[in-house]
């Protein structure tokens, strides 16, 4: 049984109507009284509390109540219905426990989409079964084939993967730089019923506020100066299948604003065409930095976070599952053996051992480079630590003085330095984008946009 909490009866009466249409059961309260006698009485599966009560009550008291509920029966999940200019409050409440909030007026298949996530969620399946399974245990059950790994920090990610992937929850996957968060992004939406449909990734990082909307939510042809053809945007191109948001994190905040509409409402307009068009879509984002953290320093907006992150797994660094190196490593020479025709590459045991000892702040990319690397610089078969030594870490030059490194002046404009620099940065990283932008003191969107301004390819 689901539970309306709403002082006004014409919302009572519709939301009722709405959820047994879909097949619930439900009924519906008008005050804190009735909601905590209702839940005293037989607890429900779910909770629809308005926040924003009639004139007459105020969002503290709509708190007050939550707070009661989640105090009475806190396995119970509790959905908020706040104003779009309440915002502030239904953060509050997932502070207290919410599960999630929808902002009304609401979009009726969104609003079941919804309902139908947090109790897929709150479904005693759900709930993580005693005992980690194993690696085969989780293959005999979920797609996890590309992903190459059985350390138990990692297997309690797949683990989550699979038993949150068949709901529409959002996903938030926090992990450094490499450590394989697309591929996880991937298996959630290989293990969803939105399997066959598409799967788009959206690199935010590279993505200006000036470009945002164009690129996410398309234009029509004269929209604005530069649009000289229709253009289809991300969201079109993903709709019935799943989004990946990937570097969430450098989002500039106009642009954050904009995203929160969209998922909020799950609505949009292309720009140049007035017409709102719905959307169906699962939200997958992906941030190497700490999201919380952007958040209490005004850097990311607090209910776009919660939009965000209904599920978040964390990706362990590939130091902290040291055990799957040697795997990785012979996984990714495999892959060689087809690429370049080398059937016979191998990696010797001392070489696995010997990559395991290594910091690789890479991550999982780091790794593979240095695979790659080393076997294009290896005539032999067998791959030895002292193949890997020489290209493992590029030792830094020391400063040269600057008179002696920089090109004469009215040789070179300040552009074509800059533009030398990054590629330069770039192959002294082998392309790690993190840790160029680090070097050049960039955030990454800021590198971003140089690499598109020169056409430089990043071979991510
Ligand atoms: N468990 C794994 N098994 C096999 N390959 C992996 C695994 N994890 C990552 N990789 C490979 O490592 C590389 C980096 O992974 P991926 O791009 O998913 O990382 P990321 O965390 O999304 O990085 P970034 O934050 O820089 O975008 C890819 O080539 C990917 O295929």
């Known amino acids: 049984m689901l539970l309306i909490v709403d002082d006004d009866l014409a919302i009572r009466t519709s939301l009722k109507l709405l959820l047994k249409q879909a097949g619930y059961t439900a009924s519906a309260v008008a005050g804190p009284a009735e ?12 909770v629809l509390l308005d926040m924003n009560f009639s004139a007459a009550t105020s969002g503290a008291d709509g708190l007050g109540l939550l707070a009661e509920l989640k105090a009475l029966a806190p396995q119970v ?33 969104a609003l079941l989409q919804t309902i139908a996530t947090v109790l897929a969620l709150h479904a005693p399946a759900a709930q993580p079964a005693p005992g980690a399974p194993t690696r085969r245990e989780l293959d005999r059950q979920f797609a996890l084939g590309a992903i190459v790994g059985d350390d138990p920090r990692l297997l309690a990610v797949l683990h989550q993967v699979g038993q949150v992937a068949a709901t529409d929850a959002s996903v938030l996957i926090e992990g450094e730089s490499g450590t394989g968060k697309e591929l996880i992004a991937e298996a959630l939406h290989q293990n969803s019923r939105r399997r066959g449909q598409p799967f788009v990734k959206v690199n935010l990082g590279g993505i200006s506020s000036s470009l945002f909307e164009s690129e996410l939510f398309g234009h029509r042809r004269g929209a604005f100066t530069d649009a000289r053809a229709d253009r289809v945007g991300r969201f079109e191109l993903a709709n019935g299948g799943t989004i990946f948001l990937d ?6 905040l106009a642009s954050q604003v904009k995203l929160l509409r969209v998922l909020q409402d799950r609505t949009y307009e292309v720009l140049g065409d007035s017409k709102p068009r719905r959307l169906d879509i699962r939200v997958v984002a992906a941030t190497n930095k700490n999201l919380a953290e952007l958040v209490t320093q005004g850097r990311f907006r607090e209910d776009l976070y919660y939009r965000l992150n209904l599920i978040t797994l964390r990706l362990p660094a590939l130091r902290e599952r040291a055990q799957d190196v040697p795997a990785l490593a012979r996984h990714f020479v495999q892959q060689l053996q087809a690429t370049y025709h080398r059937p016979a590459l191998r990696l010797s045991p001392a070489a696995a051992h010997w ?27 067998e791959l030895t630590p002292a193949d890997f030594q020489p290209t493992a870490a590029p030792t830094p030059r020391p400063p040269a003085a600057p008179e002696a490194t920089l090109p004469a002046p009215g040789t070179m404009t300040l552009e074509q330095l800059e533009e030398q620099m990054i590629r330069q940065s770039l192959a002294h990283y082998q392309g790690n984008l993190s840790r160029v932008a680090r070097a050049l003191g960039l955030s990454r969107g800021a590198l971003y946009r140089r690499l598109e301004k020169f056409g430089i390819p990043t071979g991510e």
Do not use: Y
């Open 35 to 46: 909601a905590l006698a209702a839940v005293r009485a037989s607890a429900p599966q779910l």
């Open 77 to 109: 999940p509790v959905v908020l219905l706040t104003g779009w200019g309440s915002i502030a409050l239904a953060v509050a409440g997932m502070k207290a426990g919410a599960a999630e909030f929808l902002t009304k007026p609401w979009d009726n298949a």
């Open 247 to 252: 570097e969430i994190g450098e989002l500039e």
């Open 355 to 381: 990559l395991q000892e290594q910091p690789l702040p890479g991550n999982i990319r780091e790794l593979k480079n240095l695979v790659e690397r080393t076997a294009l610089t290896t005539p032999h078969d």
